[in-house]
């Protein structure tokens, strides 16, 4: 089955210990994404990359590291995590060039 | 400054009524828009997405509107469902190509009373 997926699905952590969201997609696609989702904000990119190796930062890129060292992994590293940072998480992909994103089922992720 | 606003805010129906949705964006220059569905908890899923030169397009009982020169686009659900509730979010890509930068619109809670 053509998915996206995201581990772990919830976790909870205290601030400034380093964790690590990973993501997968079995579809071959070439672009992979990132966002955060809060209440009354809506879904916020972090980091997006249109290949291996080749990455971008999107609105909201502080406090996040990535990388795409293979086609079919982007994970989200949170090197020191703050309280500010609790929220919902959503990896997307999709076709280069194409129209449409494939999102993972997301992570809810808690600071304290 | 690119920037999609949606409205209502959030709409409550019965059943079987329709309703309309709308998206504005101010995003320049322009290449396509999408509209998402996401269920509560969920990872937004695609029904439609709409480049420069398309003006109406149809998925089922999802009807999308696109008007390119008032920079509007609306979204239009026939004969609601109790699983129509969900959130609808407006997307636009900031750099008028399909990926890079996108802006995200806050989207409409919708809800389906039966």
């Known amino acids: 089955e053509a998915q996206v997926t995201q581990n772990p699905r919830y976790l909870i952590t205290v601030t400034g210990k380093k964790l690590t969201v990973t993501c997968s997609q079995n579809m071959n696609h070439e672009y992979m994404s990132w966002y955060r989702q809060d209440p009354g904000l809506g879904l916020r990119q972090i980091y997006y990359s249109m290949n291996v190796e080749v990455t971008d930062k999107g609105d909201v890129p502080e406090g996040y590291k990535v990388s795409r060292k293979e086609k079919r992994n982007f994970p989200l590293i949170l090197e020191s995590p703050s309280p500010n940072q609790t929220s919902l998480y959503f990896c997307?992909?999709?076709?280069?060039?194409?129209?449409?994103?494939?999102f993972g089922p997301g992570t809810r992720l808690t600071v304290t | 400054k690119n920037q999609v606003e949606q409205s209502p805010q959030s709409l409550i129906i019965l059943e079987g009524k329709n309703c309309t949705l709308q998206?504005?964006?101010?995003?320049?220059?322009?290449?396509?828009l999408r509209w998402y569905k996401q269920d509560t908890g969920r990872g937004p899923v695609s029904l439609t997405i709409?480049?420069?030169?398309?003006n109406t397009k149809s998925n089922g009982r999802y009807t999308a509107t696109l008007d390119a020169d008032t920079k509007q686009s609306s979204l239009h659900i026939t004969a609601s469902q109790l699983s129509d509730s969900a959130s609808y979010i407006c997307v636009v890509p900031s750099y008028g190509g399909s990926q890079g930068n996108l802006i995200f619109g806050k989207g409409t809670k919708l809800s389906v009373k039966p």
């Open positions: 997307a992909s999709s076709w280069a060039g194409s129209y449409e994103q494939y």
């Open positions: 998206c504005n964006y101010t995003v320049s220059p322009f290449s396509n």
């Open positions: 709409m480049t420069f030169s398309e």
